[in-house]
């Protein structure tokens, strides 16, 4: 493992010291990482005093929160963006990572650790189904990304997978109906994929599990068919989605506060499970009442959101906005946003511009119009959610 700035000076010249000496190839395989540089892509220099001590940014951050920001958001081969700002999130994630295992260690009797290994017999919710089938997915995506190499990949798929889906989700349904042994297997599974990235917080709260081997000494979680819940996993996913749309359409006009609305779930095929998930829904929505049918109907003055075939969200919006006035101050928006994408585009067809302008102001212009565009992407699905 090495830059690929030294590939010769180094790399080359150990093949062929080791080959003349030996007889023998000292190593297969070279993972070469890109350089790090600074927040512009300067290369860290004492001239420039653009550097970063890593001593500073751990006694600031935590050695694991540098870590993390070395390896995860990164691509095999290209220079990465080394910043403070950058450290100081993931030192947010480490954070989140103890604040996980506190509200799980508080939900097991201390008294029972070790718990013993998980039987599907402790499995007992819809909501565990779920966490344990993603739990088992995430052991093998990330198993099959590090031996492929692709460090960031797996770095990021646990980075998502604790903080939305285990932290997110899995810990607001367990509120409901708390399982211990659900909560310490998945916590378990996620700390041994966690530590080769971040080793020092995994290990100390892996001594809170009261378990006989040190971390590092544990062996790498397998994936297994006795914990796959494929069909129960997508009737839960159902509800994510809906709980999702819900909150996105409360977002869009400004209405995240008001927890009195009516929501109505249109569905064809998991009407069922939509009406036994109407206090969680209700709850983690934050809105006041949800009315579910398997009719098509139209509401008047509600925001709508289409999930698939069989399911519509439709948000109540009487009393709360104005429709029409809202419509129009959409469309004014529009008119003005598609102006200043039409000027842009003219300004990056104009070659004797794009010929002379410096590179730094081209790649302004050209992020200024992909955001730009997507703004409008998004005001457009407001517009068209107004039924």
């Given at each position: 493992?090495?830059?690929?700035?030294?590939?010769f000076?180094?790399?080359?010249?150990?093949?062929?010291?080791?080959?003349?000496?030996?007889g023998q190839?000292p190593?297969k395989?070279?993972?070469?990482h890109?350089?790090?540089?600074?927040?512009?892509?300067?290369?860290m220099?004492?001239s420039?005093?653009?550097?970063?001590d890593p001593?500073?940014?751990i006694?600031k951050?935590?050695?694991?929160?540098?870590r993390?920001s070395?390896v995860i958001g990164?691509?095999p081969?290209?220079?990465?963006?080394?910043?403070?700002e950058?450290?100081?999130?993931y030192?947010n994630?480490v954070?989140?990572?103890?604040n996980?295992?506190?509200?799980?260690l508080?939900?097991?009797?201390s008294s029972h650790?070790?718990?013993?290994?998980?039987?599907?017999?402790?499995?007992?919710?819809?909501?565990?189904?779920w966490i344990?089938n993603?739990?088992?997915?995430?052991?093998e995506?990330v198993?099959?990304?590090l031996?492929?190499h692709?460090?960031?990949e797996a770095?990021?798929?646990?980075?998502?997978?604790?903080w939305?889906?285990f932290?997110?989700w899995?810990l607001?349904?367990?509120?409901?109906?708390k399982?211990?042994?659900?909560?310490h297997?998945?916590?378990?599974q996620?700390?041994?994929?966690?530590?080769p990235?971040m080793?020092?917080?995994t290990?100390?709260?892996?001594?809170?599990?009261?378990e006989e081997?040190?971390?590092?000494?544990?062996?790498w979680?397998?994936?297994t068919k006795?914990?796959?819940y494929?069909?129960?996993?997508?009737?839960l996913q159902?509800i994510i989605d809906?709980?999702?749309?819900?909150?996105?359409?409360k977002?869009?006009?400004?209405?995240?506060?008001?927890?009195?609305?009516?929501v109505t779930?249109?569905?064809?095929?998991?009407?069922?499970?939509?009406i036994?998930a109407?206090?969680?829904?209700t709850k983690l929505?934050?809105?006041?009442?949800v009315?579910i049918?398997?009719?098509?109907?139209?509401y008047?003055e509600?925001?709508?959101?289409?999930?698939?075939?069989?399911t519509?969200?439709?948000?109540?919006?009487?009393?709360?906005i104005?429709v029409?006035?809202?419509?129009?101050?959409i469309?004014k928006e529009l008119?003005?946003?598609?102006?200043?994408v039409?000027g842009l585009?003219?300004?990056?067809?104009?070659k004797?511009?794009?010929d002379?302008?410096?590179?730094?102001?081209?790649?302004?212009?050209?992020?200024q119009?992909?955001?730009?565009?997507d703004?409008?992407?998004?005001?457009k699905?407001?517009?068209?959610?107004?039924?």
């Amino acid at each position: 493992e090495t830059g690929y700035d030294i590939i010769f000076f180094w790399v080359a010249r150990m093949i062929l010291m080791t080959t003349y000496n030996t007889g023998q190839v000292p190593f297969k395989q070279v993972y070469l990482h890109g350089l790090v540089r600074d927040k512009q892509g300067r290369k860290m220099s004492k001239s420039l005093g653009n550097g970063i001590d890593p001593l500073d940014m751990i006694s600031k951050y935590g050695t694991d929160a540098v870590r993390l920001s070395l390896v995860i958001g990164t691509s095999p081969g290209n220079d990465l963006k080394l910043y403070e700002e950058r450290i100081a999130n993931y030192r947010n994630f480490v954070t989140k990572v103890w604040n996980v295992a506190r509200f799980t260690l508080l939900n097991i009797d201390s008294s029972h650790l070790p718990l013993a290994k998980l039987d599907p017999a402790d499995v007992k919710t819809a909501y565990d189904k779920w966490i344990l089938n993603r739990t088992e997915e995430i052991i093998e995506s990330v198993t099959d990304s590090l031996e492929k190499h692709r460090f960031s990949e797996a770095g990021s798929e646990l980075y998502n997978f604790l903080w939305s889906e285990f932290a997110n989700w899995y810990l607001e349904f367990s509120k409901e109906e708390k399982n211990e042994k659900v909560l310490h297997h998945v916590l378990k599974q996620v700390l041994i994929m966690l530590h080769p990235f971040m080793p020092f917080v995994t290990e100390v709260i892996w001594a809170e599990l009261k378990e006989e081997k040190l971390l590092i000494n544990e062996s790498w979680p397998t994936e297994t068919k006795e914990f796959r819940y494929k069909d129960d996993a997508y009737e839960l996913q159902s509800i994510i989605d809906v709980i999702q749309s819900i909150r996105a359409l409360k977002t869009s006009f400004n209405l995240h506060h008001t927890k009195d609305m009516t929501v109505t779930l249109e569905d064809q095929l998991n009407r069922g499970t939509l009406i036994d998930a109407q206090a969680v829904i209700t709850k983690l929505a934050k809105i006041g009442k949800v009315n579910i049918t398997s009719e098509q109907k139209t509401y008047p003055e509600c925001a709508a959101s289409v999930l698939d075939a069989n399911t519509k969200v439709f948000l109540h919006l009487d009393g709360k906005i104005d429709v029409d006035e809202e419509k129009s101050k959409i469309q004014k928006e529009l008119n003005n946003l598609n102006n200043f994408v039409n000027g842009l585009e003219k300004q990056m067809q104009n070659k004797s511009f794009v010929d002379n302008a410096p590179e730094e102001v081209i790649e302004k212009k050209k992020t200024q119009l992909t955001e730009t565009q997507d703004k409008i992407t998004e005001l457009k699905t407001r517009l068209d959610n107004l039924s």
